[in-house]
């Protein structure tokens, strides 16, 4: 049952490429955040998943053509979902050379 999932953000204020500090921009980081989660939580699920920004994302027409205000929010990004249609072979894990103990420097 493959499927998408458009994702967007509300407008809010601020500028998030000018104000680092801005709303907006800790607003995009929430969702794509989120998006993270999501596509986590589906894999662990055995779905397959995709986020993609592409240009469609961002055609002008887009937002009437899967239903959201463009004056109100913007588009992050489409998340493409499914089930693998045949069994996935997982690799062994490599060995790891450093443990969390070999990295950490405890400051007293």
């Given at each position: 049952?493959?499927g998408?999932?458009v ?9 998030m ?5 801005s ?15 999501l596509c986590?939580?589906?894999h662990a ?23 959201f205000d ?25 060995k ?13």
């Amino acid at each position: 049952m493959p499927g998408w999932l458009v994702v967007t953000c509300q407008k809010g204020p601020g500028d998030m490429d000018k104000d680092p500090m801005s709303l907006a921009r800790e607003d995009y980081a929430a969702v794509c955040c989120a998006v993270q989660n999501l596509c986590l939580s589906l894999h662990a699920d055995g779905m397959g998943t995709k986020w993609t920004t592409g240009g469609v994302n961002f055609h002008p027409e887009f937002a009437k053509a899967v239903g959201f205000d463009d004056e109100e929010e913007y588009v992050v990004g489409t998340i493409w979902f499914g089930v693998p249609s045949q069994e996935k072979k997982v690799p062994e894990a490599p060995k790891k050379k450093y443990g969390v103990e070999d990295v950490l420097i405890a400051h007293e």
